[in-house]
Each structure stands twice: as C-alpha cells, then as structure tokens.
C-alpha cells in the first residue's frame, strides 16, 4: 500500500517481530529480515515469497546449504545447523502469515525465554526431534514437519539460491568480507550493488 510505519524496538527479536505483526485487518503477510544483511537482494525477497505463496505455509524461513558458502567463501564462518541432507545456514529472512504466522512467532518467544533453560527448551521443541536430530537423522523438512505437527502449522524452509543470502555481518571479519564483495561487484558493474 506504500505505507511505511515504525515500530519501536522490544527487549528481544521475537518480540520485535511480534509487536510489529500485523492486525487481521491488515496485510495479509509479515515479512522480516535483519538490519545486518547487507547483501539482501530484491531477487532473494522474491524467491522467498514465491516459495511461500506457492507452498501455501504458515512461516518460512530462507535457508542454504552451508557447505556452498564455504566453497566459494572459505574465510567467511556461518553459524550451521546439521541435518542429515546436510548443513545449513539461516538467511535472516522469514515471512509470516495470518494467525497461524503469528503463533509461530508466538513459540519463538517462548524459545527466547528458554535458551538458559536447555530442559525446558528441549521439552519446547520435543525430546524425541532432539534425538533424531542428534543421533543424525534428522531431515530439515523432516523436523519442520514435526514441530509444524506440534504447533498445529505448516513451516517451510525455503532453499534460496543466492549463497549471498546467507551472510550477514557478525564479526568485523565478516564486514570485511562483505565490503570485498561489494568491490568485486563495483568492478564488474553487477547490478545488484544498485539494489
């Protein structure tokens, strides 16, 4: 609609994004990224919210494969989540829709208030996921579809293409490396430095 509105910041991500969720009578689709993802590109957006149109899910979040950043970027270290289709790394990028969206965002809150509390986060997300997850056999969609089981939604991960959406900047070597990225992309005319 063109409208942009500021929502103050909370005492946490989770919160953040909860207080900024729209009420039933607004847009019909949350989406939410962070203020560290210099590389975020129109075309990644894209890809996202086509994935979650088509899916017809409750929450998505964009993911990529680990293993595809540190081959073209060994030096830049991403935070992994091991499934047994391989490891893969958080793109900072999620969307959310109606009231389901919103209980997902919902349990987020409640995991924030856990991570001190290792047993009652265990119980959040279910011990038998956890010793799947841990004995190695867990799938991603095989633990989205559990926990989406569990919280009556429907999740989706959504395999972006651009490994670029998967670096954000924690540590000044990351911006480092970032700020490399942007060089070789200035010397090339790559038009994504204009987005």
């Not at 830049?76 to 109606?98: E, Q, S, W």
Request: glycine share 8%.
């Amino acid at each position: 609609a063109g409208v942009v509105e500021a929502v103050e910041p909370e005492s946490s991500p989770a919160q953040s994004v909860l207080q900024a969720f729209p009420d039933p009578s607004g847009p019909p689709i949350l989406l939410v990224t962070t203020c560290d993802h210099p590389l975020l590109s129109s075309a990644m957006v894209r890809e996202l919210l086509d994935a979650f149109e088509e899916s017809g899910a409750d929450a998505v979040a964009g993911i990529v494969n680990t293993n595809t950043i540190r081959a073209r970027y060994p030096n830049i270290k991403r935070t992994a989540i091991r499934f047994r289709d391989g490891p893969m790394t958080g793109c900072n990028l999620f969307a959310f829709r109606g009231d389901a969206g919103a209980s997902v965002v919902r349990y987020w809150t409640r995991l924030e208030g856990h991570r001190k509390k290792p047993l009652r986060m265990a119980r959040s997300v279910g011990i038998v996921t956890l010793l799947l997850y841990a004995a190695g056999w867990l799938t991603l969609d095989g633990a989205l579809e559990r926990l989406g089981r569990r919280l009556g939604v429907r999740l989706l991960a959504a395999r972006l293409t651009d490994i670029h959406a998967g670096i954000d900047v924690d540590t000044p070597e990351d911006l480092e490396a970032v700020q490399k990225i942007f060089a070789a992309r200035m010397s090339q005319n790559d038009p994504r430095i204009a987005l």
